[in-house]
């Protein structure tokens, strides 16, 4: 079946809007579609209707591709206690509260449950969308990660790297992400994307030109900065809506997924996407 992975060069590069439009174009294209993410950190859960607590971001991914949200889009969700420690979710039911360390050598335990997951939704979906967390430079917590290359090596995924222009530093985020991976990681990643663009794309020309010879990664999209009214969880946050507030209806919820799937479908080389993913 196919796949694809969105990694970010930061926290809060778009990942999670990215995954909700590829989501939504996929299933506008007829494909059986379904989100995931291994493991999520938010103080924000959605509640079931079984009293199972599933990560916002991957309930509005399973919403754009007209999905029930499922336990299995988000196997692990970890909600921040404190500054050391999080209530771990496994499953959608809370599992033990943990301070980081004890999550850090507890979560190798968790590759052989995430993989037989992964392995079950690919075989029932036409293509799984996957989401990373954070950043995958974060070369302090590569050693036994379930979110991102580790993930991605683990089940065989195709990357795609989204960076945020409009916080600055761009291109200086993408190399940095890519030369801190081992060369088996850079290998994985297909096509880097800048996210949040204003202004006149002909100004990138130079970068773009600078950053596929530094990285040998073609830059497949720039997507434009485009407010949206879909629920935020609580990272970074670039301006307040009616979403966070409860004020968006799923009708109104369908019209802002079309209009972010026509941002990234009019702005991203989709027929790469679709190659890269098997499709």
């Known amino acids: 079946m196919a796949k694809i992975m969105v990694q970010g ?9 990215l995954c909700t439009g590829l989501c939504r174009y996929f299933y506008k294209k007829g494909l ?7 493991q999520n950190m ?3 859960a959605f509640v079931d209707e079984d009293g199972h607590k599933i990560a916002t971001a991957q309930v509005q991914q399973a919403f754009a591709c007209n999905r029930k949200p499922d336990v299995k889009m988000n196997p692990v969700l970890l909600i921040p206690k404190t500054d050391v420690g999080s209530t771990v979710v496994l499953f959608g ?6 301070k980081a360390r004890e999550y850090f050598e507890y979560k190798k335990e968790l590759l052989p449950i995430i993989e037989k997951t992964f392995s079950e939704i690919e075989s029932e979906n036409d293509i799984v969308v996957v989401e990373g967390a954070g950043s995958p430079a974060e070369i302090n917590l590569r050693e036994n990660d379930i979110v991102n290359m580790g993930l991605a090596e683990l089940v065989d995924l195709p990357v795609i790297l989204v960076a945020d222009i409009d916080r600055g530093g761009v291109f200086a985020s993408l190399y940095g992400t890519v030369m801190l991976l081992s060369e088996n990681e850079r290998n994985r990643i297909k096509g880097l994307v800048i996210n949040k663009f204003r202004g006149d794309k002909t100004l990138l020309d130079s970068g773009i030109e600078e950053i596929e010879k530094l990285t040998g990664i073609p830059v497949i999209g720039t997507i434009p900065y485009v407010k949206l009214n879909i629920p935020d969880e609580d990272s970074l946050v670039d301006y307040d809506k009616p979403a966070n507030h409860g004020g968006v209806t799923r009708e109104e919820l369908e019209i802002e997924f079309d ?9 991203m080389d989709m027929k790469f996407v679709e190659e890269i993913a098997g499709l």
């Not at 060069?9 to 809007?17: D, P, Q, Y």
């Not at 039911?93 to 943990?98: A, L, N, Q, W």
């Not at 209009?259 to 702005?267: C, D, F, T």
């Open 9 to 17: 060069a930061t926290s809060s590069a778009g990942k999670s809007l």
């Open 32 to 38: 059986k579609v379904f989100p995931f993410k291994s």
């Open 42 to 44: 938010s103080r924000n």
């Open 93 to 98: 039911e809370e599992f033990k509260d943990m």
């Open 259 to 267: 209009k972010l799937m026509n941002a990234i479908a009019e702005n």
